[in-house]
């Protein structure tokens, strides 16, 4: 009995080694890595930019326009009008546009740009949250022309997990403002 009872000690301790023993993942940062920017000029009758060369181009009759970046389920929304003594009411849908976030962003930060020399004025808000739209932007003359801009991905807005990718495509937004050029 006495010898039974050992075989058993030793066959549960036999048992127990064989367990893998379970270490916490070491910390670690997720790695994405994005297409180098190279840029392209977009004209159209109205105006002209330069773009990400990583975007497609998707032109419609109208003057607006979307740039396509399948790889991060993202577009940039172009459109453009003309103003008819209804700058005012241009400008207050714009600014509607963007403050329509604010229910679900965390914040909406805005910053104005100004380029003197081509003629180009307008604002561009960095929507933080999970937004529907994570960037609005509008440029125009304040005479003839006036283009809104919005940033959307085609997946349920999660902060946390398109970050990444809508700092990438605000770069390409700030490009777009930056380069932004009237006909």
Not at 4 to 12: A, C, K, R, S, W
Not at 57 to 78: C, H, W
Not at 135 to 140: L, M
Not at 151 to 175: E, G, K
Request: contains cysteine; glycine residues 4%; proline residues 4%.
């Amino acid at each position: 009995m006495r010898r039974n009872g050992l075989l058993v000690l030793i066959f549960f301790c036999c048992l127990a080694a064989c367990k893998e023993v379970i270490l916490p993942k070491p910390r670690a940062m997720l790695r994405l890595e994005y297409p180098k920017v190279t840029t392209k000029i977009l004209t159209t009758p109205q105006f002209q930019f330069e773009y990400n060369a990583n975007a497609g181009v998707r032109m419609k009759d109208d003057g607006s326009l979307t740039l396509e970046y399948p790889g991060l389920k993202g577009a940039i929304f172009i459109t453009f009008k003309k103003v008819n003594g209804n700058l005012d009411k241009l400008l207050t849908d714009a600014q509607k546009l963007s403050l329509e976030h604010v229910v679900k962003a965390d914040a909406i930060d805005p910053s104005e740009f100004v380029n003197e020399s081509e003629k180009v004025y307008g604002m561009y808000y960095e929507v933080k949250g999970n937004a529907a739209s994570q960037a609005q932007f509008y440029v125009t003359d304040s005479i003839r022309n006036f283009v809104t801009g919005s940033l959307y991905f085609y997946v349920r807005p999660n902060y946390d997990s398109i970050y990444p990718a809508a700092l990438y495509l605000q770069n390409d937004i700030r490009t777009i403002m930056e380069s932004f050029q009237w006909k």
